[in-house]
Structure formats: structure tokens, C-alpha cells
């Protein structure tokens, strides 16, 4: 039988009916009670004494489990800090019948450790007996600078949002009010609800929540709300056995398939209660799917906020998200399968090709969504099942020619793009296909990462004010990975190039974000960096400034 390391608890729960919601599967809530459980006796193992939950942050539910199932959730303490820790928390359900697991959630929390009495706390540091516990004890402390610096990157990124008109038109059609999704309930705080300090329990007070979460986003989808992740549950405050709790919830904002809900919390003692002066205790934002009776995934309808309110949550519904997206390479640091192509010189026009469709059908996406705007500058980001794409737009004063031949000609790349170190040509396949070896910085402390691409540039032949630089990573034998670089990889990325006029054009750059090169996208989706807008702005520099001498190209 596997024993819980030191830090570490592990709990199995057998699904029961009481357990589920009205569709026979384990309620978030149910889980949540459970999830915060195991965090605190973890917590509570590497302390020695009480603790109490801080946060449960970026919890995400990848599976769901159903009754007569067994759910299995692994705490471990990855970090301790002066008086907290970062607790990582997975949870796993298995089927009886199979044995098949299946990953159902993962989250992280922090909890403060309670001294007795006058004595001062300071935790002990976390034994490190694996690669993997050094890498999550590496991460913690990234995770951490993410949350201390959240507040500050949320304001900085309203008042960069107020700068810019609404984007929802009064004349548009198919849009909604919020307003039908307001809900409000209140519960009692009885013994059985209390934890082992005699505050409520935050588990419980999580599922309160997450209930009238749901019930909110019912109202705006009629139909089955799934909860998929939540920004944050932010504890501010306790309460304890006599208050009186009142939950909150409305819809802020719609993203395509999804919906973000925002729950307040405010707790009442019998005095407060008969005077009406609450104490703000918790705060959290969940975001939900939704299926139909045949299991398809339903479209929400475009919010429409009226009240000023109404547009303070639908614009911080818009920057929490693009500060999820920045987190997600610190939070999981997901490992992916490589999917570079071999490079075969007998199969090169069908690998050349193949390039450039690959990246015509990342330009025919739809559903981009606008997470900053910048006088020349446009970011679009787009989700599409767990893979982040990207689309920075430029407007530039220059013939769409001139751009075309500046930037599929990769060797003058550093000379704007300070991601790039060095860019040369290895293997000059045709007129419009090179393939080049390139280094860039380190990120995030790691090594220098390198990258072996093939670059396929082609002029539309319908449109030909139309041109395309489609940019992919090879496996070229003859440039094996070295150690003193992390060989990286581009799935698919490229420059789209269109003329507005004889004098001007649009440059569009799009890139389907791998694990491997997020670090250098993450501060700045995240909003604590502004490198995509420094380096677009360079571009657009690079190529208006350039002389007829920059336009004599490699190809």
C-alpha cells in the first residue's frame, strides 16, 4: 500500500448517493468540502499545529466522478514559508468495475498556521526527496509572487480596460442582462458546520458558495451547469457557530462556452444582523460550462452590462481571465508530447505545404476574443479544448510587400524581436522555404531554449494584396539537441500580411502556444508584462524605419 510522504495526506471517499447532484455525479461542493479537509490535515501534518485556510486558488475539474465510484485526493505541502504554505491538492477517481483512474481536479490552498498563545510561528522548510518535489517547491514560489502581485495586475489592468469604449453595441443583437441571474440565500451556521476551531468549516462556506454559483448560471444558460475551474476562494475573515451567512451570486460576464459567476459572502452576528451591518468574509469567481439534455456543450448568449456595476464586473470578468491565461504555465507546468515533424528532403513540397495549411487553419479560427488594445496594437487570445492560441494585430505605414520581404526573412529577426538571440539558415530548402536554427533567452531561470523551424512564406493567389509566412519546428538530424540549451518547439505559428492601402498594412501574428514557449507569453497575458506590446511595437518600428537595403532578403 503507497504511504503518504511526510507533508502528505491522503483520503478516499466511496461516492454515495447524498453525494451527488440531480444528474447521479459527485456535486462540486461535495468535493470542495472534501478537497479543503485533506489540505488542512496536510497542513496541520507539517506544522504541527491549527491552521486555517487562507485561499483555494486555480482549481480546475478536468473529469467528473459518479456515484459508486471512489474518489482519492492527494494534499502535499509543496512549500513553507514563514507562517504559510502552499498545499497541491489532486484528486483522482477510479471505477470499481474497470479500475480505470482518471484525473478528476486539481487545486492549490494556503494555510496559515495559528500560534498558541504568544508564541511566534515559522515554519519548518518542506524535505525534498524527489525531482518532482524540487520542481513543485520551485513552482510554489512562482505560484506565490503570481498571487501576492494579483490585486496590483487586476487594477493596473481595469484602468487600462476603462481607456477604451465598451465593446458591446447598443444595437446588437442576441445580447442579455445579468440582472435574471442575481441570487441570494442565507444559512445558519450550526455546530455540525463548525470545524475543529470552532470557526465554520471553509470547506462548507466553498460549498454554499459553489450552490448558488450554480443556480446563477442556470438562470442565464437553461440548461446544466458543470463547474470547470475557480479564480480563487478568498477567506478575509471568520465566522463562527450563530452567524448568520449571506451568499450572493450574478453572472459578470460570458465567454463563448463559458461563464464566470461572482459569489460575496458576508457573515452576521445576532447584534449585526438586527442592524444590517455585515462583515465581508469571502469572495470568489467560478467559472462554469454547460451541456444540453444530449450532452453538447451550449453557447451563452453575450452579456449587455447596463448599471455601472454592471460594467465594473463584465470588465473584471475580462481581466481575471486574461490573468488566468498568464498563470497557467506557472500553476501546471504542463509537460507536452513533441509533435515535431521529421524533416524528409525526399518529402519536403509535402512538408512545405503542409506548413502553410496548418497555418491557414489557425487563421480561420473563429471566436478570438480582445484582451488588450494599444493605439496600433490589438491582442486576441482564443481557448479551444485546453490549447491557448494567439493573434497580436499591427498597423503598419509601409506597403504590405515591403513587411512580407522584412519579416519572412528570419536572419533579421533580432534586430526587432528580443526573444531571439540568433537566427541563421541551415538549410536553404527552396526560394520559399528555409529552414534556420535559433536561440533565445533564458526564461523563467531555466536554460537558454533553442529551436530548429522551417519557414514557408507563399503570396495568396486569389487575393494578392495577401501574404503569409507559416513558421513550424522540424527534427533535423544534423542539429541534435545540445546541453546547454533546452530544445524548443513551435506547433504553429506565422505572420498573415495584408494590404489596407498602397502606402499601409496589417501584420497579424499568430502562434498556437506550447508549453515550451509560454514562459515567454505568460506575464504578458497574465497583465504584469507588457513584452508582446514592446516587441509588436518594435516590429512595427523595424519595418517603417527600415531602408531598400533591409529589403534584400536571404530567400
Known amino acids: 500500500m503507497e504511504r503518504a510522504a511526510a507533508g502528505a495526506v491522503h483520503m478516499s471517499q466511496a461516492i454515495q448517493p447524498a453525494h451527488a447532484n440531480s444528474r447521479g455525479e459527485l456535486s462540486a461542493g461535495q468535493l470542495l468540502k472534501w478537497i479543503d479537509a485533506a489540505a488542512?490535515?496536510?497542513?496541520?501534518?507539517?506544522?504541527?499545529?491549527?491552521c486555517v485556510t487562507a485561499s483555494v486558488d486555480d482549481i480546475q475539474f478536468e473529469e467528473t466522478a459518479r456515484v459508486g465510484q471512489v474518489i482519492t485526493i492527494k494534499a502535499k505541502v509543496t512549500r513553507a514559508f514563514s507562517t504559510s504554505m502552499e498545499i497541491?491538492?489532486?484528486?483522482i477517481v477510479?471505477?470499481?468495475?474497470?479500475?480505470?483512474?482518471?484525473?478528476?481536479?486539481?487545486?492549490?490552498?494556503?494555510f496559515v498556521a495559528k500560534p498558541v498563545g504568544e508564541e511566534k510561528i515559522h515554519l519548518k522548510p518542506v524535505t525534498l526527496l524527489t525531482e518532482q518535489d524540487h520542481v513543485e517547491h520551485n513552482l510554489a514560489s512562482e505560484r506565490r509572487k503570481v498571487r501576492l502581485q494579483h490585486e496590483d495586475t487586476f487594477q493596473n489592468l481595469m484602468k487600462e480596460s476603462s481607456k477604451f469604449d465598451d465593446p458591446i453595441c447598443d444595437e446588437e443583437e442576441g445580447t442579455v442582462s445579468t440582472r435574471g441571474t442575481s441570487v441570494q440565500s442565507i444559512e445558519l451556521v450550526l455546530p455540525p458546520h463548525a470545524n475543529h476551531h470552532g470557526n465554520t468549516f471553509g470547506g462548507q462556506i466553498m460549498a454554499w458558495m459553489e450552490m448558488v454559483a450554480t443556480i446563477s448560471a442556470s438562470r442565464l444558460c437553461r440548461a446544466h451547469p458543470l463547474l470547470k475551474s475557480v479564480d480563487m476562494f478568498k477567506f478575509r475573515g471568520p465566522s463562527t457557530v450563530g452567524d448568520r451567512l449571506v451568499f450572493n451570486a450574478i453572472v459578470n460576464n460570458t465567454f463563448q462556452t463559458c461563464v464566470e459567476v461572482g459569489v460575496r459572502v458576508e457573515a452576521f452576528d445576532c447584534q449585526e444582523w438586527s442592524e444590517g451591518r455585515g462583515r465581508h468574509i469571502n469572495s470568489a469567481f467560478l467559472i462554469y460550462n454547460a451541456v444540453d439534455d444530449k450532452e453538447g456543450l451550449v453557447t451563452f448568449p453575450r452579456t449587455k452590462p447596463r448599471s455601472k456595476d454592471d460594467f465594473r464586473r463584465y470588465r473584471g470578468a475580462?481581466?481575471?481571465?486574461?490573468?488566468?491565461?498568464?498563470?497557467?504555465?506557472?500553476?501546471?507546468?504542463?509537460?507536452?508530447?513533441?509533435r515535431c515533424i521529421h524533416w524528409d528532403i525526399s518529402n519536403q513540397v509535402s512538408l512545405s505545404d503542409g506548413n502553410v495549411e496548418a497555418f491557414k487553419k489557425l487563421v480561420a479560427k473563429s471566436g478570438w476574443e480582445v484582451t488588450s488594445a494599444v493605439e496600433k496594437i490589438k491582442i486576441y487570445t482564443l481557448e479551444e479544448h485546453d490549447i491557448l492560441y494567439v493573434w497580436v494585430e499591427k498597423h503598419v505605414e509601409k506597403p504590405a510587400h515591403w513587411a512580407y520581404h522584412l519579416l519572412s526573412d528570419f536572419t533579421k529577426r533580432p534586430l526587432w524581436d528580443h526573444h531571439y538571440v540568433s537566427c541563421e539558415v541551415i538549410d536553404g530548402v527552396s526560394e520559399d522555404d528555409q529552414i534556420y536554427y535559433i536561440t533565445c533567452p533564458i526564461a523563467n531561470g531555466n536554460k537558454p531554449k533553442d529551436l530548429v523551424v522551417l519557414v514557408s512564406r507563399r503570396r495568396h493567389l486569389k487575393d494578392s494584396n495577401t501574404y503569409m509566412v507559416a513558421v513550424k519546428s522540424v527534427i533535423l538530424p544534423s542539429v541534435p539537441p545540445s546541453p546547454q540549451y533546452m530544445r524548443s518547439e513551435i506547433t504553429c505559428a506565422g505572420f498573415l500580411i495584408h494590404a489596407t492601402s498602397s502606402s499601409s498594412c496589417t501584420v497579424s501574428y499568430f502562434n498556437q502556444i506550447s508549453a515550451s514557449i509560454l514562459p515567454y507569453f505568460?506575464?504578458?497575458l497574465g497583465g504584469w508584462s507588457k513584452s508582446i506590446e514592446e516587441t509588436a511595437a518594435s516590429c512595427i518600428q523595424f519595418i517603417e524605419n527600415a531602408t531598400d537595403d533591409g529589403l534584400i532578403s536571404t530567400f
Open 318 to 338: 475580462i481581466a481575471r481571465k486574461r490573468i488566468r491565461l498568464g498563470r497557467k504555465y506557472v500553476i501546471f507546468h504542463k509537460e507536452e508530447v513533441p
Open 40 to 50: 488542512c490535515l496536510a497542513a496541520e501534518k507539517h506544522a504541527g499545529v491549527s
Open 522 to 524: 505568460a506575464g504578458n
Open 94 to 110: 477510479q471505477d470499481m468495475f474497470t479500475g480505470i483512474e482518471k484525473l478528476v481536479s486539481v487545486a492549490f490552498s494556503t
Open 88 to 91: 497541491s491538492i489532486k484528486v
